[in-house]
């Protein structure tokens, strides 16, 4: 089992910054990928950022591109997602989740945590 707390959301205005984190816990060298998906009122969840969690690899969607940083601290097991030049569009809950390498799918989530961006 692994265990993901996420932290770091808040209300911004358009144009800030956010850090959110997602710190794991438990069988953490089970882990493959590491994602921040958000969910927006009426909209499906969608995919912001993946990461290969033994490093390198790192997928974004087209609307975060250049805005959005994913990365992780190998030593606290914890993943992080910059959020730059923000927008009231990127308003959602946002969670991480942990794919095990055995997995097609997130297989771990984390329990979300706000972002919401004031026009």
């Known amino acids: 089992q692994v265990q993901l707390v996420e932290s770091g959301g808040g209300l911004v205005q358009a144009g800030d910054s956010l850090r959110l984190s997602c710190a794991a816990s438990?069988?953490?060298?089970?882990?493959?990928?590491m994602g921040w998906f958000r969910k927006a009122p009426g909209k499906e969840r969608e995919s912001v950022a993946t990461l290969k969690w033994s490093g390198g690899t790192t997928w974004y969607t087209d609307s975060v591109k250049g805005r959005f940083t994913i990365s992780r601290d190998s030593v606290k097991n914890t993943v992080y997602l910059q959020l730059n030049s923000l927008k009231p569009e990127d308003t959602a809950v946002y969670y991480c989740?942990?794919?095990?390498?055995?997995?097609?799918?997130?297989?771990?989530w984390g329990q979300g945590t706000q972002v919401t961006v004031s026009s």
């Open positions: 989740a942990a794919q095990s390498a055995r997995s097609l799918l997130y297989d771990y």
């Open positions: 438990g069988r953490t060298s089970s882990i493959y990928f």
